[in-house]
Nanobody, 115 residues
Framework: QVQLVESGGGLVQPGGSLRLSCAASGSIFSIAAMGWYRQAPGKQRELVTAITASGSTNYVDSVKGRFTISRDNAKNTVHLQMNSLKPEDTAVYYC?????????WGQGTQVTVSS
C-alpha cells in the first residue's frame, strides 16, 4: 500500500516562496509518475504539475516560470518549489502518484498566500 505524506505548506506573503515535499512509501516510487494537484475553496481540483519516471515535466500555464517540480528517487521524495507566489495560488495542495492505472493521494497541505 502506497502512502504519501505532504509537508511544507503554510502562510506566505505575495511574492514569497514555499517548498512542498511529499514522502512516499512503497517500492514503486522510481517507476511511477508523480504530481501535485491543488484545490481552492469552491473550485475543482486541478493538476498543477507532474513529473514522469524519466524526469519529464509539465506545468499548468498559470504556474510556468514560477513553480518547479523535482524528484529524489533515492529518498522516495518529490518536491514542489513555489516562487513568486500569488493570492490565487492559495489552495490545498495534494501529492499524487500514478502507476499502472492506480492513483494514490496524500492528505493535502494548505498553502495560503496573503498579506
Amino acid at each position: 500500500q502506497v502512502q504519501l505524506v505532504e509537508s511544507g505548506g503554510g502562510l506566505v506573503q505575495p511574492g514569497g516562496s514555499l517548498r512542498l515535499s511529499c514522502a512516499a512509501s512503497g517500492s514503486i516510487f522510481s517507476i511511477a509518475a508523480m504530481g501535485w494537484y491543488r484545490q481552492a475553496p469552491g473550485k475543482q481540483r486541478e493538476l498543477v504539475t507532474a513529473i514522469t519516471a524519466s524526469g519529464s515535466t509539465n506545468y499548468v500555464d498559470s504556474v510556468k516560470g514560477r513553480f518547479t517540480i523535482s524528484r529524489d528517487n533515492a529518498k522516495n521524495t518529490v518536491h514542489l518549489q513555489m516562487n513568486s507566489l500569488k493570492p490565487e495560488d492559495t489552495a490545498v495542495y495534494y501529492c499524487n502518484q500514478q502507476y499502472a492505472g492506480r492513483y494514490y493521494w496524500g492528505q493535502g497541505t494548505q498553502v495560503t498566500v496573503s498579506s
